[in-house]
Structure formats: structure tokens, C-alpha cells
């Protein structure tokens, strides 16, 4: 790794991250428990958000900074030997807990039970991502050991990047289910134009149930969705961007200004982009400004 | 390594705005065709199941089929010639054709991957594109953007800019119809100059020695059929079994190259010949005396043999999941590699050899995937060269 030339500083940061917090960015993001204001009982199925959607604002943060100041490599610099979580600030962090409080509220309406980690592990998209596979097995070992620890015996996931690491990447002895499969016969009214995240919809084939609210389809829709461009946010911020805004047009030319999706980095860059996007799950959440 | 050269570029690619309205134009017209040629002929994704099942069969059968294509091209009276990379490539067909002035070139990646223009250029040879997207790209010193549409990245301002400034003798217009007559007349001559033709072939039949080239211009028939002589650059990875296997490959590469029938198929399977005085064959009655096929491998037999790569060389070269990917919408060819462009430009990247940095870029959103008559799912591919990259494998 260390001979690695490329994106140098950005992937080295990203990997000592991994050994100081647990995950990409170096910081101690809030427990699902926390978030859900409950302890963790002693339930054999654990509703897992991976730290997807408690990362993003500070994501979200730190690409406004590259925004104005340049270079994700000079906030590096400056950054590399503090801590992240007290300097950065997370931006519009209500848009992606209430998803997590959403889902909450999904799965009580669908009568499942359900626990929560109190020491959650990271997902390891990222790293998966990057091919920086030395930590995906590392990181597996520590989702292993947690879910043992736990006794757990289902998950529940709500980010379709933590889904499909879970379900596809690694290899553990527990039930794997998306909370979209279990709460597809619950309905709302709330009316917004939908975006597939890719993964669900290409890589895990979850489509229809995702459609539980007013949806209004755009063009380039369920299996044929469009990337919003999130996944290459950190290394190539600008064209990222462009990307959403793209993306994003293309959504709210269905009609609609309000756009709905159903993962955190897809939330993530359409809000970067200037969008007025939210979490399908959200729509649960019972929080006045999610309507 | 590119991608860091490249990192800075990105801005100003994305700034481009001659860029972005050729490509928006493209794109929108390729998907309009694309959705009524489809509704035309639904059979279509029934045959590209067939067509998957042949093409990894051949995959798998590589060597063998060439040689079978190989002794049926030979009993047709072809002359065959294998290179085992571009260097190789390079000077095969530079010895099959030192002794031409002129030579007319049809479209064809597999040169483009050798270089072979601009080393035949270097020794001093007049090497002309015919097909009108390359010759742009030639006329500009540029490179091609797109591998069905290589002046996909051009408005039509910049290209007659560009013409009205290097073809003296002809001066084109705004309109599109005049574009293409200027270059017609410009061009016309270069055909009957020439002492050879250069092309390359979308696929092959090994049971008889046939290769199909599939053109619309008229361009390939041309230079194929008037010179003396006709070089193939052909990649090893495109020869099929039979001929109706062939035909089956290349209804597929054309259909979703936007095509609901093209203009021309050429099928070409030995040289030109006549039997008509006293039944005695002579070669070289209208068309070319003399045939070569110089088959490429340049990395194709060992990627066979990689549990990733090996995916790659399904591929039919139709440009859809260029047209579709979300970095290419953005940045055309200036994503991937140095010849191939995109995510399965970048592929073959690896597999020809070259730097596959820009694997970096890719979404892994598998968009590509949707529209590839082959369901190649180029991120997995570049997920891999990550790693192989990172860990200098
Ligand atoms: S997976 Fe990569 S190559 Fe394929 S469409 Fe997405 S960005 Fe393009
Ligand atoms: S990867 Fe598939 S879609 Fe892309 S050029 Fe090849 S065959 Fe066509």
C-alpha cells in the first residue's frame, strides 16, 4: 500500500482512519442507540445502519470545505493528526438520522422486534470500494466478532451499501434481510419523485418494494436508474457534483421538486448538489419537517 | 500514473462547453434510435442470450479457433499471419505493405490499438481514414472518443472549423450534408490511389475463414474492394465458430450500436478471383489480389485465462454502455484508456497493456451492465484492477 501513487494522501488518510475510529473519516459517529434513544435489549434481530447514514454529514461537511478551500489532500494535511469529529462539524444531520428514527417507526408499524448495537461497526463499503481489501477483512472480523458478541442471529439493514457487503461480500452465519422487505406492505401518502440507488435496484434487485409512498417516476427509473455520482465523492469531488446536478434535473423534470431516495450517499450528494432531497424511510420518521 | 495528471484535467473537461452539447446531442439520438430499433426487432434480447453463450464458448475454445480460422483462411487463399503483440503487429503489416505509397483505412479498434496509422505514417507512408468520424479525428490530430462514433465529442461548428482549415481544396458548411459531401469528394480520389486497404473485422467464422466487417458509409467496401491489396488487423478474441454464429454476433453489435440494419455487411473470406475463362481461377479479377489476416493477440490468450479479464472479451465493441455510463456522459473518451475509452476501455487496458488508473473513476454503479448486450459489469472488472493497482499486482 504504501507504494501506492495514486490519490496518495486521500487513500492513506482513509486507511489510518480505519485503525484510529473504525471507519473512513476518523471519527466516532453516533450509536443507532443514541440516535433511537433506546438500549439495546436483548433481541436476536438487530436493526444495523452500518454508520452509512450517520457518516454522510460530516461527508457532507467536509465537501463544502473542499468546495470553497480547494483539495480534499490540504485538509488533510492540516487535519491529519487532530480529531476530525471535533472540528467538523456535520451538516444537515436531521435529513439522515430521521431516516434511521424512520425506520424505527417502519418496523414497529410492521410489528417486528428489534435491537440495536450499542458499539456498531462500520459497514466497510468504502474500503470495498476502493479495493483496499487488507481492511474489508479486518473489518469483516470485527462485524463478526460484534454479531457473536450479540448473539445475533438477523439483521436488518437499512443503507444498501451495508446490505449488499453483508449479504454479498462477506461471509457470516446470520439472516440478512433490507428493511425494505419487510415493510413493503406499509403505505404512505407523501407524494416525491423516487430515485433507485443503484445498488438496491442493479446489484440487489429490490425495486417495487420501494415504492410505499407517492412516487413519481422519472425517466431512467427502477433497474435503468442512474447513479447519482456519490461513490466517487471523496476522490473526485467536482465531477461528483456534476453528476448530481445531472441527476438531479433529470428527477425533478418529472414534476416535482422534492425528490426521495433510499440511501445515505445518494441523500448525501443531492443535497451537495443543492437538491431538496430526503430517505424514503424519513417519511416515517414522524418529524414535522419530513412531509 | 494518469489519473493524476488527469485529476486536474477533470475541471477543465467539465467546463467544455462544445463538449457538453456534442455530447448531449449524441447521447439523446443514440437513445431515441436505440428504443425505436428495439421496439422494431424485440427479438433482439432473445439473440443476444444465444450470442453470449457463443462468445463464451469462444472465449473459452480461443487457441483452437484460431486455428481453424487460420486453415480455412489459408485453404481460401488468404494469407495468414499471427502477432503476439502490437510491436509485432506493427511490423507484419508494415512488411505487407512497405512497398505502398497510399493506403485507405476503414474503422477498426485493433489498429488503433497497434498504433498502426501513425507507425505506417513514421515510415513515410500516406495513410488516409475513410470512415468520416475517423477522419475528422485524423484531420484534428485527436483521438477517437468513442469507439462507434469517434468524433462523438465534436459539435458540428468545430468540425467544419476544423476541415474549412486543413482541406484546401474543399470548403464545407455548417449543414451536415455538405460536411459529408466535402469529405466524399476530398476522399474519392485516395480510393482509386491507393495500393492497399487497411481494415479490421467485428467478427469472424472459423469454419470458413470469413470475417464480416459491418459499415454503413460504404467506406470499408471501398477500401476492402478497390486496392490490390487488403490487410485485417483482427483481435484474436473476435473469431466465432460457424458463419451463422458470425451472423448472430454481428446482429447484435449492430443493433445495439443503434443500427436497426446497416447499410453494408461485408463478409470477405478469400481474395478477389474469377473462374470465367476455361474455369481456370485467377486472383484479382475486380478486388484485391492480395489478402492478409494478421490475427492480434497482444494479452487477449492469457486474459482468457483471467477469471475477470476473460469477461471482457465478450465484449462486441457496440459503444451502448459508453453512451449510458454516467463518467462517460461527463467526460467521453478523455475516461479510460489511452485507446479504448470507459469503464471497458478500461478493461482492455488491461488486458492490451497500458495504465489502468483511471479505474479510480468508475461509479460501480453498474449501469453498464443494464445496456450491455453482454452484461459485462465493467465494475466488477475495475474493482479488481483497484486492487491490483493498490496492491501492485
Ligand atoms: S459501473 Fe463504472 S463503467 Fe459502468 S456505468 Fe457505472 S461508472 Fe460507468
Ligand atoms: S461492454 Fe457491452 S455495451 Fe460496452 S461496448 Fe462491449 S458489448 Fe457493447
Known amino acids: ?291 | 500514473m494518469r489519473i493524476e495528471e488527469f485529476k486536474n484535467e477533470i475541471k477543465k473537461i467539465l467546463q467544455d462547453k462544445n463538449l457538453a452539447i456534442a455530447l448531449s446531442r449524441a447521447i439523446s439520438s443514440y437513445r431515441i434510435n436505440r428504443a425505436k430499433i428495439m421496439d422494431k426487432f424485440p427479438n433482439t434480447y432473445k439473440l443476444v442470450e444465444e450470442v453470449r453463450r457463443i462468445k463464451e464458448d469462444s472465449v473459452e475454445r480461443i487457441q483452437e479457433l484460431v486455428e481453424t480460422a487460420t486453415e480455412n483462411m489459408v485453404e481460401n487463399g488468404i494469407d495468414v499471419h499471427f502477432a503476439k503483440d502490437a510491436e509485432e503487429g506493427r511490423k507484419i503489416a508494415y512488411k505487407l505493405l512497405s512497398d505502398c505509397n497510399c493506403i485507405v483505412k476503414a474503422k477498426s479498434m485493433t489498429c488503433e490499438e497497434i498504433r498502426l496509422r501513425e507507425f505506417l505514417e513514421s515510415k513515410g507512408i500516406e495513410v488516409w481514414e475513410t470512415d468520416l468520424g475517423e477522419f475528422i479525428v485524423q484531420m484534428l490530430n485527436d483521438k477517437p472518443m468513442h469507439i462507434i462514433t469517434p468524433a462523438i465529442h465534436l459539435p458540428r461548428e468545430t468540425i467544419v472549423k476544423a476541415l474549412n482549415d486543413k482541406m484546401d481544396c474543399v470548403k464545407a458548411s455548417n449543414n451536415i450534408q455538405e460536411i459529408v459531401k466535402a469529405v466524399k469528394s476530398y476522399l474519392r480520389n485516395k480510393f482509386f490511389e491507393a495500393d492497399a486497404g487497411i481494415s479490421g473485422a467485428n467478427v469472424v467464422a472459423a469454419e470458413t475463414g470469413s470475417m464480416i466487417i459491418i459499415e454503413n458509409e460504404g467506406n470499408a467496401r471501398l477500401a476492402t474492394g478497390l486496392p490490390e491489396k487488403h490487410v485485417a488487423i483482427i483481435g484474436v478474441e473476435k473469431i466465432v465458430p460457424t458463419l451463422s454464429d458470425a451472423i448472430k454476433v454481428a446482429e447484435v453489435t449492430w443493433r445495439f450500436a443503434g443500427y436497426a440494419v446497416p447499410s453494408y455487411l461485408n463478409i470477405i473470406s478469400s481474395p478477389s478471383k474469377t473462374g470465367d475463362i476455361e474455369k481456370i481461377i485467377v486472383k484479382g479479377a475486380h478486388g484485391p489480389k492480395d489478402l492478409h489476416v494478421v490475427f492480434l493477440d497482444n494479452g487477449r490468450i492469457k486474459a482468457s485465462q483471467d477469471e475477470y479479464l476473460k469477461e471482457a472479451l465478450l465484449c462486441l465493441r457496440c459503444g451502448s454502455c459508453m453512451y449510458e455510463c454516467p463518467i462517460y456522459q461527463k467526460l467521453s473518451g478523455h475516461w479510460g484508456g489511452e485507446v479504448y475509452t470507459g469503464g471497458i476501455g478500461i478493461a482492455w487496458t488491461a488486458i492490451t497493456g497500458g495504465d489502468v488508473s483511471m479505474a479510480f473513476l468508475c461509479l460501480l454503479c453498474s449501469r453498464c451492465a443494464e445496456v450491455c448486450p453482454m452484461k459485462i459489469d465493467s465494475s466488477k472488472i475495475l474493482r479488481e484492477l483497484r486492487k491490483k493497482i493498490l496492491y501492485k499486482k
Open chain 1, 1 to 291: 500500500m504504501t507504494s501506492v501513487k495514486i490519490e496518495l494522501q486521500a487513500l492513506r488518510i482513509i486507511e489510518k482512519n480505519f485503525y484510529r475510529s473504525g471507519n473512513p473519516l476518523g471519527i466516532k459517529t453516533k450509536s443507532p442507540a443514541e440516535i433511537l434513544g433506546i438500549s439495546r435489549n436483548e433481541c436476536r434481530t438487530i436493526l444495523y445502519t452500518g454508520q452509512s447514514y450517520q457518516l454522510m454529514p460530516y461527508v457532507l461537511r467536509i465537501l463544502s470545505i473542499i468546495d470553497k478551500f480547494g483539495k480534499l489532500e490540504k485538509l488533510a494535511n492540516l487535519f491529519s493528526n487532530l480529531n476530525f469529529s471535533k472540528l467538523i462539524i456535520p451538516k444537515m444531520e436531521n435529513r439522515f438520522y430521521s431516516a434511521i428514527r424512520g425506520a424505527a417507526n417502519a418496523l414497529k408499524n410492521a410489528k417486528i422486534d428489534f435491537g440495536v448495537l450499542l458499539n456498531e461497526p462500520y459497514d466497510g463499503s468504502l474500503y470495498y470500494d476502493l479495493g483496499m481489501d487488507h481492511i474489508v477483512d479486518e473489518n469483516e472480523k470485527i462485524i463478526r466478532s460484534e454479531f457473536e458478541k450479540n448473539k445475533v442471529e438477523r439483521i436488518i439493514t437499512i443503507s444498501p451499501h451495508s446490505c449488499y457487503m453483508l449479504k454479498k461480500v462477506y461471509s457470516l452465519d446470520v439472516e440478512v434481510i433490507h428493511i425494505y422487505e419487510l415493510i413493503s406492505n406499509i403505505k404512505c401518502n407523501k407524494k416525491a419523485v423516487i430515485h433507485d440507488p443503484c445498488i438496491l435496484a442493479r446489484k440487489l434487485g429490490i425495486v417495487t418494494q420501494l415504492r410505499i409512498f407517492n412516487a413519481v417516476e422519472p425517466e431512467n427509473t427502477g433497474k435503468n436508474t442512474l447513479c447519482c455520482g456519490g461513490p466517487i465523492e471523496i476522490l473526485f469531488p467536482q465531477l461528483s457534483l456534476q453528476i448530481a446536478k445531472s441527476r438531479g434535473n433529470e428527477l425533478i423534470s418529472a414534476g416535482l421538486n422534492k425528490i426521495a431516495t433510499a440511501c445515505p450517499v445518494c441523500l448525501m450528494n443531492f443535497l451537495r448538489a443543492g437538491f431538496d432531497a430526503r430517505d424514503i424511510l424519513s417519511f416515517f420518521s414522524g418529524d414535522a419537517n419530513e412531509d
